[in-house]
T-cell receptor
């Protein structure tokens, strides 16, 4: 079983739609959780960290459920510029602090 | 400007010809890491370094070497490249505050083709 598993893509949505990505992880010792965004084989960039209490950044909301080992990302009012691959990422301090990446979910927002 | 730089950005080489991909960061970060990204496999860690002269293997270290003689530089060395090392490579760095790691910043990537 992969350490981080994400929804299979691609997601094709119209502008203005709400879209949700899900991610599950298998290592209960995981300490930190993130969503990264990657545009067309460019470098990944941090979109937001994910906290147990849930956190919001504009149109983006992230949730963490440690009991179910589940992370989600909700994008409201999708824009064309949101088209990218979204990577679910966790960091385990018992593995030298390395980042463990999901394979990513591709989002395509259409006019 | 705070950044991670990698060189070269693109490289086509032949099997067995030693090469080095350089990585440099100007943020005084303790932690640096190399990843490779392949279709269907996502990003996988090759090697990482928690500080100068401290390096350790990641998930896919075979065929690679690294060194960390200075804090800012973390070169990736392929002594005898093979076609299965054709990939997109990313270097990353982050700071360590004593109890947690902070955001990892990635370099722009190096697209390597080994013929």
């Amino acid at each position: 079983r992969k350490e981080v598993e994400q929804d299979p893509g691609p997601f094709n949505v119209p502008e203005g739609a709400t879209v949700a990505f899900n991610c599950t992880y298998s290592n209960s010792a995981s300490q930190s959780f993130f969503w990264y965004r990657q545009d067309c084989r460019k470098e990944p960039k941090l979109l937001m960290s994910v906290y147990s209490s849930g956190n919001e950044d504009g149109r983006f909301t992230a949730q963490l459920n440690r009991a179910s080992q589940y992370i989600s990302l909700l994008i409201r009012d999708s824009k064309l510029s949101d088209s990218a691959t979204y990577l679910c990422v966790l960091r385990s301090y018992n593995q030298g602090g390395k980042l463990i990446f999901g394979q990513g979910t591709e989002l395509s927002v259409k006019p | 400007e705070a950044q991670v730089t990698q060189n070269p950005r693109y490289l086509i080489t032949v099997t067995g010809k030693k090469l080095t991909v350089t990585c440099s960061q100007n943020m005084n970060h303790e932690y640096m890491s190399w990843y490779r990204q392949d279709p269907g496999l996502g990003l996988r860690q090759i090697y990482y370094s928690m500080n100068v002269e401290v390096t350790d293997k990641g998930d896919v270290p075979e065929g690679y070497k690294v060194s960390r003689k200075e804090k800012r530089n973390f070169p990736l060395i392929l002594e005898s490249p093979s076609p299965n090392q054709t990939s997109l490579y990313f270097c990353a760095s982050s700071s360590w505050t004593g109890s947690s790691y902070n955001e990892q910043f990635f370099g722009p990537g190096t697209r390597l083709t080994v013929l």
